[in-house]
Antibody, heavy 120, light 113 residues
Framework: QVQLQESGPGLVKPSETLSLTCTVS????????WSWIRQPPGKGLEWIGF???????DYNPSLKSRVTISIDTSKNQFSVKLSSVTAADTAVYYC??????????????WGQGTLVTVSS | DIVMTQSPDSLAVSLGERATINCKSS????????????LAWYQQKPGQPPKLLIY???TRESGVPDRFSGSGSGTDFTLTISSLQAEDVAVYYC?????????FGGGTKVEIK
């Protein structure tokens, strides 16, 4: 089973850019669809966007103007950047794999998640 | 966008009794060309990431106990826990993967009565 591990700063200042990386081990990133999902404390799940190894990506329209997802197949990693953050972006951020090679599959492998707090 | 609505927000069930969670999508998640329903259920315990339980509306993920079952079609779906165990205390989410933006229901918290 593939393992996913998020890494990045746990504290980001308002108006700055949140940057996280997901390292995939136990399998190649050159298959499947890779997503970022977030969960504000005590709330539900929000899909941020996904990327394929081809670098084709799609984003949630609610975040599209602020988010970029990228992939580095040589390092088996994919990343998310969210600009102009506010307190509303405080959440646990998960990197996730879809069960197949398109977004038309459920999410079957999740990282443990990393809490990012936006505060000055 | 497809909006997923779950009910109830929470429920308390006695050990060994049945728990039923409902999920409604604002439009059909049935893809007519392959007759597949793009609906999944997840279980999330405190401090853990969600875990896939059911996909294609009724297919149990490997290793998931058979007391968990999914049913429904079109826009109305149900997750049933046939005999609630203590370890089933969690929040349950439905999710559609029919189209982007991918979306989740608001979650249903299951507790022991």
């Amino acid at each position: 089973q593939v393992q996913l591990q998020e890494s990045g700063p746990g504290l980001v200042k308002p108006s700055e850019t949140l940057s996280l990386t997901c390292t995939v081990s136990g399998g190649s990133i050159r298959s499947y669809c890779w997503s970022w999902i977030r969960q504000p404390p005590g709330k539900g799940l929000e899909w941020i966007g996904f990327i394929f190894y081809s670098e084709s990506a799609d984003y949630n329209p609610s975040l599209k103007s602020r988010v970029t997802i990228s992939i580095d197949t040589s390092k088996n990693q994919f990343s998310v950047k969210l600009s102009s953050v506010t307190a509303a972006d405080t959440a646990v951020y998960y990197c996730v794999r879809s069960k197949g090679n398109s977004y038309g599959y459920p999410f079957d492998d999740w990282g443990q998640g990393t809490l990012v707090t936006v505060s000055s | 966008d497809i909006v997923m609505t779950q009910s109830p927000d929470s429920l308390a069930v006695s050990l060994g009794e049945r728990a039923t969670i409902n999920c409604k999508s604002s439009q059909s998640v049935l893809y007519s060309s392959n007759n597949m329903t793009y609906l999944a259920w997840y279980q999330q315990k405190p401090g853990q990431p969600p875990k896939l339980l059911i996909y294609w509306a009724s297919t149990r993920e490997s290793g998931v106990p058979d007391r968990f079952s999914g049913s429904g079609s079109g826009t109305d779906f149900t997750l049933t826990i046939s005999s609630l165990q203590a370890e089933d205390v969690a929040v349950y989410y439905c999710q559609q993967y029919f189209t982007t933006p991918l979306s989740f229901g608001g979650g249903t918290k299951v507790e022991i009565k």
